[in-house]
């Protein structure tokens, strides 16, 4: 792959290549397997040196969610956002919103345990055949967090077609197996910096 | 000569009927459009989705035929994750955990879902602003842009093709305009024949493990029980509330549906202890946000594709519906 190419896939990520170059670069890399492989790995390292930022964004929004509920003084159970603040009107006698509950790690993959294929299926014995095991509705297997991989799932039959479409993506960009190359991309750039 | 002019009469209308009929400006009108051209035509596609870090280029083909809608998602990149959705069931395909999930669906019929109907409601909540006309992989777009008034919900950008309104790119942006997520078309076909051959799994699934949900069973709740939200952001009302039967137990799940016309948050309430509980607390798949929270034995979960203060303030308000409290 040209240094040139690399460059385009980089200034695209950035949203920095000139349109004029978008098109003929999409296209490109619509029959170019190499080069998604880079356009992936450039993505990556992006976020992956973002992503501190993107943290401290999330427990920033935390923080003012519970300032903003301690500072209101009456409530009538609508919420608004006035000059571009967000303030949530305090909540009516014995609801506790748990305003400042230790905020998770943004993450893809909440429970690692959850829907792996070691643990027994709930209802019958797991099978390599072709027979099917029944599951609860809210089961699925196929996330580290199936329960939440189920519940996307039957939300996206009540989004808007595109709303659904771009949830469903979500799931099946979710697999452990783009955990597992975005790791071997990082590790391939770190040697290769070395 | 009454022949010619019944040949020209025959083609001026033939020309007629063939002019895009997508002359107006309205972007509210565009996005009926849109949605009616995601869910109506006929169309193949080669994709990239951009999110976190992460970019999969993906193919989609979309079938309507005989009143029956087929969906297949596929992903182009690793070892070919694949959705194929029909008017019962959404089956996942995972090929690294060599197992397929089938889901029932809910809604049979249709895969239309909610289309929203945009009312001059939506203006209180979003400024819908008509931007310019651009072309893209060879195709004249409309660009429209709509903006949310509050941070409760996201933003759009959307690149329209003037002759389908299919939504070549599409940009999901947070309330400080940054790009969370980006569909971009590099390829698209409309209106082809599509085999049944291009709607089937290409991965071979012999070996894998499947999951198939058991067969919904709803549950009717009587009035006056169940569960609400109690606080709300601005414009969003409950749309749908469903009580299922989890196969092989005594207990439910409570699905709940709270959407301002464009935008929209289900809340699933379970009792707690079955196994696959979530972490309490704020996650997120892709542009999707989930807030979960325990009250009194159960687990509340509110997910949408919304910023993370949406889920969180909504699931958190969520209790037991009393007579008196109810919506």
Redesign the interface.
């Known amino acids: 792959m040209t240094e040139k190419l690399q460059n385009q896939i980089s200034a695209f990520?950035d949203?920095e290549l000139p349109d004029a170059e978008q098109?003929l670069l999409?296209?490109r890399?619509?029959r170019d397997t190499e080069c998604?492989?880079t356009?992936?790995r450039?993505?990556?390292?992006?976020?992956?040196m973002?992503?501190s930022s993107v943290n401290l964004a999330?427990a920033d929004?935390?923080q003012g969610?519970a300032a903003a509920i301690e500072s209101e003084p009456s409530h009538d159970?609508?919420?608004?956002?006035e000059d571009?603040l967000?303030k949530?009107?305090k909540?009516?006698a014995g609801?506790a919103?748990?305003a400042t509950?230790?905020?998770?790690a943004?993450?893809?993959f909440?429970?690692p345990d959850?829907?792996s294929?070691d643990?027994p299926?709930?209802?019958s014995q797991?099978?390599?055949g072709?027979?099917?095991?029944?599951?609860?509705?809210?089961?699925?297997?196929?996330?580290s967090?199936?329960?939440?991989?189920?519940?996307?799932?039957?939300?996206?039959?009540?989004?808007?077609?595109?709303?659904?479409?771009?949830?469903?993506?979500?799931?099946?960009?979710?697999?452990?197996?783009?955990a597992?190359?975005?790791e071997q991309a990082t590790d391939g750039d770190e040697k290769a910096q070395e | 000569m009454t022949f010619l002019i019944r040949t020209l009469a025959f083609l001026a209308i033939a020309q007629l009927s063939a002019a895009p009929s997508y002359a107006t400006d309205d972007p509210r009108d565009w996005l009926m459009r849109m949605n009616n051209a995601l869910t109506t035509l006929n169309y193949t596609g080669v994709f990239f989705y951009f999110n976190e870090g992460r970019a999969e280029s993906m193919k989609i083909v979309h079938r309507v035929a005989d009143g029956r809608t087929v969906e297949r998602l596929v992903s182009l990149d690793g070892v070919g994750r694949e959705i194929i959705r029909d008017q019962d069931e959404v089956t996942c395909i995972f090929p690294a955990k060599k197992s397929v999930l089938i889901e029932q669906r809910r809604e049979k019929g249709t895969l239309i879902g909610a289309v929203p109907q945009y009312s001059s409601r939506l203006d209180l909540y979003y400024d819908f602003v008509p931007m310019r006309r651009e072309r893209l992989i060879g195709k004249m777009t409309r660009v429209i842009s709509v903006v949310p008034r509050d941070g409760f919900r996201y933003g759009y950008e959307l690149w329209l093709d003037e002759e389908t309104a299919l939504p070549l790119m599409s940009k999901l942006k947070g309330d400080n305009g940054n790009v969370i997520e980006q569909v971009r078309f590099a390829s698209i076909t409309v209106n082809g024949v599509i085999k049944d051959s291009e709607l089937r799994p290409a991965i071979d699934t012999t070996g894998f493990t499947v999951f198939r949900t058991g067969e919904k069973q709803l549950v009717k709740r009587l009035p006056g029980t169940g569960w609400r939200a109690g606080e709300l952001p601005a414009g969003f009302e409950l749309t749908a509330n469903t009580t299922e039967g989890i196969t092989d137990s005594d207990e439910s799940v409570d699905h709940l549906v709270y959407s301002d016309g464009l935008a929209s948050v289900s809340v699933f309430v379970e009792a707690v202890g079955r196994k696959g509980e979530l972490m309490p607390g704020l996650s997120r798949i892709g542009s999707a946000n989930a807030w979960s929270t325990e009250f009194e034995g159960f687990q509340i979960t509110a997910v949408g594709e919304v910023p993370a203060i949406t889920v969180e303030a909504i699931g958190a308000s969520v209790r037991p519906q009393t007579r008196d409290a109810r919506r």
């Open positions: 990520i949203g098109e999409i296209r890399l619509a998604r492989a356009l992936r450039y993505a990556l390292i992006g976020s992956v973002r992503s999330v929004l935390s969610v159970g609508t919420l608004t956002d571009g967000l949530i009107l909540p009516i609801i919103v748990a509950v230790a905020l998770v943004i993450t893809s909440q429970s959850v829907g294929t643990e299926p709930q209802i797991q099978t390599t072709g027979s099917a095991i029944v599951v609860p509705a809210s089961y699925a297997p196929g996330d967090n199936g329960r939440l991989t189920n519940y996307l799932i039957q939300h996206s039959e009540y989004s808007a077609p595109m709303g659904s479409r771009n949830v469903l993506l979500e799931i099946i960009g979710n697999d452990e197996v783009v597992e190359e975005a």
